[in-house]
């Protein structure tokens, strides 16, 4: 059994610290962040209202999956994303280098830290994607999911292998692929393009691919059917707000949908731009290398999946600016790639100066980044208040404000949190309790209790 020295041992700390210090960030703010108008649905019901999601919403499998995770309670959701968003920064380190972190050194640090860094504060919505119940579920669970498979092709690209090939492994390879041609409507084509493009690979190198892997190409090709041809994407191009939408002409959506490529750029910290810099001025210096070196192949890669995926969205009515989550991280493997391979070239560890000037910004803006999440939170725990006050006394119902959300130090990082209380209906029903009066209210209505006989 390999020793570690007290060096190595140091090391190992320093790894395990900022594991848990970043798992620690991921769950106080999902603590912070209150339910939404997502998770009011009645718990014991969670696979009937999947089915009826599918049928008129939204047909993702991550819409099952945070059913789920609610029927069970807030709590295994605090308990579970900062596991998989801490996990989903391994995957994307693993994913570039093609190996596991030098747990004995610091050597690895700057990478990581600069990954870490980036997942929080250079992805589309951050509180929607990463700390809202239904929107991390949907968008950062499943790109973990989705950086799992694109590790796996990574290894058997490279002729290594992370599970043998067997029946068993088929079929729950078969599964994985359904469940990733599920995920959305960015990243499920895309599964279905790299398959593609990895097989055609493999068959023009004169390679065998292990049977698991036409499996998973096999239920991505089912996935991809059942999430394209659900009722929901009918129904919803079908409602009155969007009816104009489907009539436009292609020149129009195209010319529409810049404004929203623009705020991914800078939502995403103008990353694409820095890339494409470094690729070009790379493959400039050095032609031939570049053409054939693996890393600058697969940042040129994913920095064209990322715009793919980008422009993509221009067929989508109104896309949220969270629905360019996965993009975002496109763009941050092809920029961790790009310096991966410029460093190599230059002999310089860009990381370093990297993480240097992310923490310089982290640390600058960190204060009103996490305020209007504390002043959500406080507001929130004044109307639970209110709620248990109102039950406690007999009341039929209660008078409660409406959340505000304080301005964050950008749009990018300013909540766009959507308030149950605005569907009084909704609320009501979640809390057996009527909400009235949800809108801006003065301060002497804040918290009256009416007085009459509580409703069924």
Request: aromatic share 20%; proline share 4%; net charge positive.
């Given at each position: ?160 292998e992370l599970f043998k090939d067997s029946f068993a492994v088929r079929v729950i390879m078969f599964f994985f692929g359904i469940f990733i ?19 055609s690979i493999f068959f023009l190198q004169k390679r065998k691919l292990p049977q698991w892997f036409w499996w998973f190409a096999a239920g ?237």
């Amino acid at each position: 059994m390999e020793r570690f020295s007290l060096k190595n041992l140091k090391a190992l700390n320093v790894w395990i610290l900022i594991s848990v210090l970043y798992a620690a960030f991921i769950f106080l703010f999902s603590f912070l962040y209150p339910i939404g108008g997502d998770e009011i649905f009645p718990p014991n019901y969670y696979l009937s209202s999947y089915f009826y999601s599918y049928l008129t919403v939204t047909p993702r499998v991550g819409g099952l999956l945070a059913l789920f995770i609610l029927s069970l309670g807030r709590w295994s959701f605090l308990i579970l994303n900062p596991l998989v968003l801490t996990a989903q920064a391994f995957l994307i380190f693993n994913v570039i280098f093609n190996r596991r972190m030098d747990f004995k050194t610091f050597k690895d640090l700057p990478a990581f830290i600069l990954i870490l860094i980036f997942c929080v504060f250079a992805v589309a919505q951050p509180d929607q994607t990463l700390f809202w119940i239904s929107g991390a579920i949907n968008y950062s669970w499943l790109m973990t999911a989705f950086l799992f498979f694109l590790l796996i092709l990574r290894k058997t690209y490279g002729g290594g292998e992370l599970f043998k090939d067997s029946f068993a492994v088929r079929v729950i390879m078969f599964f994985f692929g359904i469940f990733i041609g599920m995920t959305n409507e960015n990243l499920a084509p895309m599964a279905f393009v790299i398959c593609a493009l990895f097989g055609s690979i493999f068959f023009l190198q004169k390679r065998k691919l292990p049977q698991w892997f036409w499996w998973f190409a096999a239920g991505t090709v089912i996935g991809l059917a059942l999430l394209f041809s659900a009722p929901a994407h009918h129904n919803k191009l079908n409602l009155s707000i969007r009816s104009g939408f489907v009539s436009l002409s292609l020149k129009v959506k195209l010319s529409n949908h810049l404004e929203y490529l623009d705020n991914f750029i800078k939502f995403n910290l103008f990353l694409p731009i820095i890339t494409f810099l470094c690729l070009f001025f790379t493959g400039y210096d050095n032609p031939k290398t570049a053409c054939k070196n693996e890393d600058f192949l697969l940042a040129l890669f994913f920095w064209a999946t990322a715009f793919a995926t980008a422009f993509v969205l221009f067929a989508v009515p109104l896309p949220p600016q969270r629905a360019f989550y996965a993009c975002s991280v496109f763009s941050i493997l092809a920029f961790i790639f790009a310096f991966k391979y410029a460093g190599e070239i230059y002999k310089i560890n860009f990381y370093k100066y990297f993480m240097t000037a992310a923490l310089a910004a982290v640390i600058f803006i960190i204060t009103p980044f996490a305020y209007p999440y504390f002043n959500l939170y406080a507001q929130s725990v004044k109307r639970e208040r209110l709620i248990k006050q109102a039950k406690m006394s007999g009341a039929a119902f209660v008078y409660a404000p409406a959340y505000y959300v304080l301005k964050g130090p950008t749009d990018n990082f300013t909540m766009n949190f959507f308030d149950a209380a605005m569907t009084e209906r909704t609320i009501s029903r979640y809390y057996r309790l009527e909400i009235r009066n949800s809108g801006k209210v003065s301060d002497s209505a804040v918290g009256l209790i009416g007085k009459v006989s509580p409703i069924i």
